[in-house]
């Protein structure tokens, strides 16, 4: 069966410091991948998707970044944090389905990262 | 833009209370309707709804989409303490399956 994994679980960094969050995805083989971010509980905003090592598409301008270096592993960065960075950051995995039909995403137990 | 509101944004009911959620919805070219449930981390699947009319149901929960006036609800018969969490329904976008608009989520809580 499929797992996802995220890393480190909660992350409280300064202002103007670097961000790296881990993502990684066991039991499947070239997934979707996506980060999210939630603020407050609420809704979540897609941040970026990957359909392929290499291959990102930002979804909103921000302050962040992501990339894939393997198949099955997703990144998310910023060089310096700033205070509005702060929230639940939520990773997922689908299979890619035809064009047409809608991928069912499968989400991992999330970071929180706190900016002081 | 695509757009997804849910509402009510937070409920308060009593163990034993029947609930029904809803979220509307504005998408170019509609294909599916998705419902997660979050209880402290991740979200977890529930339904995907596709067609109008055809409820999908899971124990105690279920729900419908009406195509016609782009909505859909959930209900929760019989609620639990352990139903407490956030609703999250979202729609695919017009260009991709694969990029979801989520609303912004009920907070459902249930007391003893």
């Known amino acids: 069966s499929q797992t996802i994994h995220q890393w480190p679980a909660t992350l409280v960094q300064p202002v103007g410091s670097p961000l790296s969050l881990e993502c990684t995805v066991e039991?499947?083989?070239?997934?979707?991948l996506y980060w999210y971010r939630q603020a407050a509980g609420r809704g979540l905003q897609l941040l970026f998707y990957s359909v392929g090592i290499g291959q990102i598409s930002s979804e909103v301008p921000q302050n962040l970044s992501a990339s894939r270096p393997q198949d099955r592993q997703f990144i998310l960065s910023s060089k310096k944090l700033l205070l509005s960075d702060s929230g639940f950051y939520l990773c997922?995995?689908?299979?890619?389905?035809?064009?047409?039909?809608?991928?069912?995403?499968?989400f991992g137990p999330g970071t929180r990262l706190t900016v002081l | 833009e695509d757009k997804v509101v849910q509402s009510p944004l937070s409920l308060v009911v009593h163990e034993g209370d029947t609930v029904t959620l809803n979220c509307s919805y504005e998408v170019t070219n509609f294909r599916s309707l998705l419902w997660y449930k979050q209880e402290k981390k991740a979200p977890t699947f529930l339904f995907m709804l596709?067609?109008?009319?055809i409820e999908k149901k899971s124990g105690r929960l279920s729900s419908i989409l009406d195509k016609k006036e782009l909505f859909s609800i959930l209900n929760i018969t019989a609620t639990q303490t352990g139903d407490s969490a956030i609703y999250l329904c979202a729609a695919p976008s017009r260009t991709s399956g694969s990029r979801l608009t989520f609303g912004e989520g009920t907070q459902l809580t249930v007391n003893p």
């Open positions: 997922a995995w689908s299979v890619p389905l035809t064009s047409g039909l809608t991928d069912t995403q499968y």
């Open positions: 039991g499947t083989s070239n997934p979707n």
């Open positions: 596709t067609s109008s009319g």
